[in-house]
């Protein structure tokens, strides 16, 4: 059987963007429906989904924290940014070095958990974009391997 070669980058964002989109959607409709319920009920293994923790948005607390609305939003954006570089030829790798973005995530998690500081909401969503930039990136330059039989 002939396996695919690329999965187009167009699916690629759609995919990196159902994260966020959930999210807002699951805001949008509000609390205390089959929908918002579902949507906090798959992303409860990802995130603790502390209310004092997360944004608001349209009057409603996000399913998620501050610091996974920045990745999964982060996710989104840079997918699209990862795609437009590989199709303008840019880049087709991603350096291994780029991971150190998911540094300023760990250290600053971990002092949260540790107690040792107490950052913002702001400060944690910045985070979690960061972290997600170079993981877009190297899922959009997957496409570009070849799928062996």
Sequence with gaps: MAYPRTIPALVWVLLLWTPALLILLASAIGQDNLIHDAVELAFRPFCHQ??????????NTLVVCARCT????????????????????????VPRRAFILVLPLAIDGTANLLGIWATGA????????????PL?????GNRYETVRE
């Design 50 to 59: 502390s209310p004092e923790r997360s944004l608001l948005l349209f009057g």
């Design 136 to 140: 877009a990136a190297a899922l959009l």
């Design 70 to 93: 920045g990745f999964y939003g982060g996710l989104g954006v840079f997918g699209i940014v990862a795609a437009l570089a590989y199709k303008l030829g840019l880049k087709k790798r």
């Design 122 to 133: 702001l400060f944690r969503s910045m985070t979690g974009i960061l972290a997600a930039a």
